[in-house]
């Protein structure tokens, strides 16, 4: 079975100099309505990326498990009982 899309389906793949027209083209634009300074300044980055959302919900998830340990500890559960037979007198 052959799978190929006939050529005239299938869209042209630009060359790498015509993507570099397009980037300078939009780069221009870009230096046009924001003015040339503001748009050689680098943009900071503003949030997570998906990596970085892995390795902060594992670390979360490590810290939720490492409080727990200690919570149900009996010297915290001990300790915790105590503070609250005193608060209630």
Do not use: W
Request: net charge negative; no cysteine; charged share 15%.
């Amino acid at each position: 079975m052959d799978t190929t899309v006939p050529a005239a389906i299938r869209p042209p793949v630009p060359a790498p100099a015509q993507l570099r027209d397009v980037d300078a083209d939009a780069a221009a634009i870009l230096a046009e309505s924001v003015g040339a300074e503001a748009a050689r300044r680098p943009v900071p980055d503003a949030g997570m990326n998906t990596a970085e959302y892995a390795v902060g919900t594992l670390a979360a998830v490590a810290f939720a498990g490492l409080l727990l340990k200690v919570l149900t500890s009996d010297g915290v559960q001990a300790a915790l009982a105590g503070v609250i037979q005193r608060a209630l007198g």
